[in-house]
C-alpha cells in the first residue's frame, strides 16, 4: 500500500538465528519506522529514521537492528538476541504528517 | 511509552448505527491521527487533526479534539460491515521535533450485518 513493500509476508525462523525483514518504498520519503504489533495489541516503536544513514532506537529495540544506506530501503534485524520475536512487524514512511504503511511481516519462531 | 489509549477496546453494533471510539493521550502533541487496519494487514491513514482544530469531517468521519483533557474521537456515522477493523490513533509528540508516531492500544469494532 502507499508504495511501501515488505517481505516476506511470512517468515519462519529457528530460535538462535538472526533474521532480516525487508522494508522498501518508492514514495521519496525521508522518514522510515519500524513497529512491532503483538495480538489484539497497538504498535509499539521498534526504529525510526529520518534520514539517510541515520537512525534512532524507539521503544523496544533491544534485539533488533537497522541500517539506512539508502533512502528506499530501510532492513530491520531480528537478532537472537530478542527473547520473544514472534510478532506482526509493520514498516512505515513519511513526509510531513501522514504515515504510510506497509502489509507488515509476520515473524513466527519454530 | 505507549501514548494513546483508546476505548472502548472492543465495539460491536448493527450495521447503520453510529461507532464512536475515543482516545486519550498523555502528552502535548502537535497533531492526532486515527488510522485504521484490517486483520493482518497494514495501517491505513484515515484522517488528521492539529492541536488547533477541534473538529474535522472526511465522509461518514467525524473527529473532535479537546486538548485540555487531552482526548480525541472518531465518530463513524451510518456504519457498513465493511468497517469492521481495528481503529488506532496516533499523536506526534510536540517535543519530539521529529516526526515520531506513537500509537494507541486501538479499538476492535464489529459491525454486523
Known amino acids: 500500500d502507499g508504495g511501501i513493500t515488505q517481505s516476506p509476508k511470512y517468515l519462519f525462523r529457528k530460535e538462535g538465528q538472526n533474521v532480516t525483514l525487508s522494508c522498501e518504498q518508492n514514495l521519496n520519503h525521508d522518514a522510515m519506522y519500524w513497529y512491532r504489533q503483538d495480538p489484539g495489541q497497538g504498535l509499539r516503536l521498534i526504529y525510526y529514521?529520518?534520514?539517510?544513514?541515520?537512525?534512532q532506537k524507539g521503544d523496544i529495540a533491544e534485539g533488533y537492528s537497522v541500517s539506512r544506506e539508502k533512502k528506499e530501503s530501510f532492513p530491520l534485524t531480528v537478532t537472537s538476541a530478542q527473547k520473544n520475536p514472534t510478532a506482526f512487524y509493520l514498516c512505515?514512511?513519511?513526509?510531513?504528517?501522514?504515515?504510510?504503511f506497509g502489509q507488515g511481516t509476520r515473524l513466527t519462531v519454530v | 511509552s505507549q501514548q494513546g489509549e483508546e476505548d472502548p477496546q472492543a465495539l460491536s453494533i448493527q450495521e447503520g448505527e453510529n461507532a464512536t471510539m475515543n482516545c486519550s493521550y498523555k502528552t502535548s502533541i502537535n497533531n492526532l491521527q486515527w488510522y485504521r487496519q484490517n486483520s493482518g494487514r497494514g495501517l491505513v491513514h484515515l484522517i488528521l487533526?492539529?492541536?488547533?482544530?477541534r473538529e474535522k469531517h472526511s465522509g461518514r468521519l467525524r473527529v473532535t479534539l479537546d486538548t485540555s483533557k487531552k482526548s480525541s474521537s472518531l465518530l463513524i456515522t451510518a456504519s457498513r460491515a465493511a468497517d469492521t477493523a481495528s481503529y488506532f490513533c496516533?499523536?506526534?509528540?510536540?517535543?519530539?521535533?521529529?516526526?515520531?508516531?506513537?500509537f494507541g492500544t486501538g479499538t476492535r469494532l464489529k459491525v454486523l450485518a
Open positions: 512505515a514512511s513519511s513526509i510531513g504528517n501522514e504515515a504510510f
Open positions: 487533526i492539529r492541536s488547533n482544530e
Open positions: 496516533a499523536t506526534d509528540a510536540a517535543t519530539s521535533g521529529t516526526y515520531k508516531y506513537i
Open positions: 529514521s529520518q534520514i539517510v544513514n541515520d537512525f
